[in-house]
């Protein structure tokens, strides 16, 4: 059964980092691409980033493009979701799924159900 489960969200100041954590089960890690989403309060969710699966490319919003960093932990059976210089527009709740990923694109693709999320929330 594929599962992702996130956690690693709380609250931040403007400017500071978060890590976020994905852990996956019931699928090989290196097979699949991994997004992380967002979705803020009365907005519509969106792809944040993405890593691929055999070939590892990385995708990033421009909203979010030399802030954050995605990598992954084949070992662990965890992608990770680093996320610096935080801004209020950042707040949302972050989901991992499996993705479509491409250097320039990504999209949910359908394979995993969405799960909890991890609340985020940049605030002073």
Known sequence: QVQLVESGGGLAQPGGSLRLSCATSGFALGHYAIGWFRQAPGKEREGVSCIGGRDA?????????????????????????????????DTAVYY???????????NYDGLSAWGQGTQVTVSA
Do not use: P
Not at 67 to 75: Q, V
Not at 96 to 106: D, E, K, L, P
């Open 57 to 89: 490319v990385t995708y990033y919003s421009d909203s979010v493009n030399g802030r954050f960093t995605i990598s992954r932990d084949i070992a662990k059976n965890t992608v990770y979701l680093q996320m610096n210089s935080l801004k209020s527009e």
């Open 96 to 106: 991992c799924a499996t993705s479509f990923c491409s250097g320039s694109f990504m």
